[in-house]
């Protein structure tokens, strides 16, 4: 069996298939990491809408706290996450968010401006409140990806990096054979495109076969890390304007018109007291320069959560692209008409949280056991253009 990508999807993929007694092997063009999964935040979070995302990401985060728990191999900062709230108009939103959350039998609390600003004193002053939630953390994504490809090592899986796949090998049936790579062919009796939002590009054949177009589309998003700073973050901060940009409705990806871009206020803090900063997102195709404009903007919107960002020095600027899809779920699951031909893409701002349940998902269903509880919800047969009309 063969998982195409390296990153933390890809890596959890064949952790959870070579655990599950497969031979795995990874292959990627670069090295581990070398994509999305190295230019991205590490927000391990709780995304509270529509239902399936909220158990799907909340159990994702238990079983990477498990992880860290039984394997180590990696940091990870239990450091809750803010919601937080500019101002009173803002706070009915909070509420929302805190109902939705109760309603599932969760924790989380609603702080008004003065109890925020006693629990985070780096915080402005004069913010309305925010809805806590204890139980998201931070994982720095390229230490993931190596205990990942570690455990998955350890159970029989082979690493081929530097290895670019230029397509599938498919059999007079239309069925999967292998890969096709740099001089020769991989053979393998299925096929997991786990190459971010490169998934698109690799859904051809040598032997001219029709493949499924998947609708992947990069959304890029510019980031800045700063120096440390005397007063320590202690938790995970978000705008819940974030809300609105990360899951509200985009540009159309394939729209002629350029897109002007969004972001709103996303601060984490590291480990070594610097804070990492974002968050913008934008359809420029595959161009991974940063958005000068979009940068000073986000960097500004931060200064007003977190006052010290504007006299911190940042010492770097990136952007990485984010996979997207139009309803925003992930695509995980067989290609209908393509026997033996896995998907698991289009996480956009979730690939670092849904991996390991992503992996999950895939040994069910690679082992003919019971479908996996989130199966449905991001199987690839809800698009015309990979399954079945939905």
């Known amino acids: 069996m063969v998982v195409i990508g390296a990153g933390l999807v890809g890596s959890a993929v064949a952790f959870a298939l070579s655990r599950a007694g497969f031979r795995v092997v990874v292959v990627d063009r670069g090295g581990a990491a070398g994509g999305t999964s190295g230019a991205c935040m590490g927000h391990l979070m709780m995304l509270s809408d529509p239902p399936e995302m909220y158990h799907a990401t909340r159990r994702s985060v238990e079983l990477w706290k498990r992880l860290q728990h039984d394997a180590g191999g990696f940091d990870l900062l239990a450091s809750g996450c803010l919601w937080v709230g500019e101002v009173a108009e803002d706070m009915p939103?909070?509420?929302?968010?805190?109902?939705?959350?109760?309603?599932?039998?969760?924790?989380?609390?609603?702080?008004?401006?003065?109890?925020?600003?006693?629990?985070?004193?780096?915080?402005?002053?004069?913010?309305?409140?925010?809805?806590?939630?204890?139980?998201?953390?931070?994982?720095?994504?390229?230490?993931?990806?190596?205990?990942?490809?570690?455990?998955?090592?350890?159970?029989?899986?082979?690493?081929?990096?530097?290895?670019?796949?230029?397509?599938?090998?498919?059999?007079?049936?239309?069925a999967v054979q292998g890969v096709q790579i740099r001089g020769g062919v991989l053979p393998a009796e299925a096929v997991v495109n786990a190459a971010g939002v490169w998934v698109p590009r690799l859904m051809r054949s040598r032997c001219g076969a029709s493949l499924p177009d998947v609708p992947i589309f990069p959304r890029r998003g510019d980031l800045a890390i700063t120096m440390p700073q005397h007063l320590p973050m202690r938790h995970q901060i978000l705008e819940?304007?974030?809300?609105?940009?990360?899951?509200?409705?985009?540009?159309?990806?394939?729209?002629?018109?350029?897109?002007?871009?969004?972001?709103?206020?996303?601060?984490?803090?590291?480990?070594?007291?610097?804070?990492?900063?974002?968050?913008?997102?934008?359809?420029?195709?595959?161009?991974?320069?940063?958005?000068?404009?979009?940068?000073?903007?986000?960097?500004?919107?931060?200064?007003?959560?977190?006052?010290?960002?504007?006299?911190?020095?940042?010492?770097?600027?990136?952007?990485?692209?984010?996979?997207?899809?139009?309803?925003?779920?992930?695509?995980?699951?067989?290609?209908?008409?393509?026997?033996?031909?896995?998907?698991?893409?289009?996480h956009e701002g979730l690939g670092v949280t849904l991996s390991l349940v992503t992996g999950e998902i895939l040994a069910a269903q690679l082992g003919g056991g019971t479908p996996h509880a989130f199966a449905a919800a991001f199987s690839p047969e809800r698009f015309h253009e990979v399954g079945r009309a939905p």
Not at 138 to 166: D, I, K, Q, S
Not at 256 to 273: I, K, L, S, T, W
Not at 318 to 341: F, H, M, N, Q
Request: glycine share 14%.
């Open 240 to 346: 819940v304007g974030y809300l609105r940009t990360a899951t509200g409705k985009a540009v159309d990806p394939q729209d002629p018109e350029p897109d002007p871009g969004a972001m709103a206020c996303n601060v984490q803090p590291q480990g070594n007291r610097t804070l990492l900063i974002g968050s913008t997102r934008q359809f420029a195709g595959f161009d991974t320069s940063v958005n000068r404009r979009l940068l000073a903007a986000m960097l500004h919107r931060a200064a007003r959560f977190v006052p010290s960002v504007g006299a911190l020095q940042v010492v770097r600027t990136w952007a990485g692209l984010r996979p997207y899809t139009r309803d925003k779920r992930p695509i995980v699951g067989p290609v209908s008409g393509v026997p033996g031909l896995y998907l698991a893409g289009g």
């Open 93 to 174: 939103l909070l509420e929302k968010l805190a109902e939705v959350v109760h309603g599932f039998g969760d924790e989380g609390t609603l702080w008004d401006g003065a109890e925020l600003h006693r629990r985070e004193p780096g915080l402005a002053a004069d913010l309305a409140g925010a809805f806590h939630y204890p139980h998201d953390a931070v994982l720095f994504p390229m230490h993931g990806v190596g205990a990942l490809l570690r455990g998955a090592v350890a159970a029989g899986a082979e690493l081929r990096m530097a290895t670019e796949v230029v397509g599938l090998e498919l059999g007079p049936d239309g």
